[in-house]
């Protein structure tokens, strides 16, 4: 494996933190350029020049190789790096894991997207009609979270925690989502709440 550093294009509180643990847990040495829609500057032009996109995070391999998604890059590092157990070993349990991490990022992430800005989603100008597309993103977020806590709560289970739990953690700290299943799913609350405070998903 090359002795360049990995980097990653991203910023504190995105997404890009569970590819900062999935790094770490990796033992990959990595450099973070400060970048994201909100951050304008030299790091987000930087990332235009990679990801016309601009998406967070959006990860660059010593070799050149540029991935985003943020799914996409864990399960890359997981198969990359198969000794850090950023996936499960058995197959059936794997399988499960990824679709559980394609399902946040196919519906969880974009609902975020619409809730945090619902002017790019509706041709309406109004602050009442813009706050309706806020309301309804957030429900459907919710109520993907519940399905989420349903369907694969129990995959947060594995020890040491892998990228599902990264990227479940991190996601679940956005638009209301903890206090939503604090009420609706008490069990995933406190599942997501103890994983949280897991030293392998600090944050340096």
Request: glycine share 6%.
């Amino acid at each position: 494996m090359s002795d360049a550093p990995w980097v990653l294009y991203g910023a504190p509180g995105s997404g890009s933190d569970a590819v900062v643990m999935a790094l770490r847990a990796c033992g990959l040495r990595h450099r973070l350029v400060l970048a994201a829609t909100w951050e304008p500057g030299e790091g987000l032009e930087a990332l235009r020049r990679i990801n016309p996109l601009a998406q967070v995070p959006t990860l660059q391999l010593p070799d050149g190789t540029v991935l985003s998604e943020s799914a996409a890059i864990l399960i890359h590092l997981g198969l990359q790096c198969p000794a850090a157990g950023l996936l499960p070993a058995e197959a059936s349990r794997r399988a499960q894991v990824l679709r559980a991490l394609v399902y946040i990022a196919a519906n969880c992430y974009p609902a975020v997207s619409i809730s945090d800005y619902p002017e790019r989603w509706t041709t309406a100008t109004s602050t009442s009609a813009q706050a309706k597309v806020r309301a309804a993103a957030r429900a459907q977020l919710h109520r993907a979270w519940e399905i989420f806590a349903d369907q694969f709560g129990a995959l947060l289970h594995d020890e040491p925690p892998g990228a599902l739990a990264m990227l479940a953690v991190v996601v679940s700290r956005w638009s209301g989502t903890r206090a939503h299943l604090k009420r609706t799913h008490p069990a995933m609350h406190q599942t997501l709440t103890a994983l949280a405070e897991h030293p392998r998903l600090q944050l340096p």
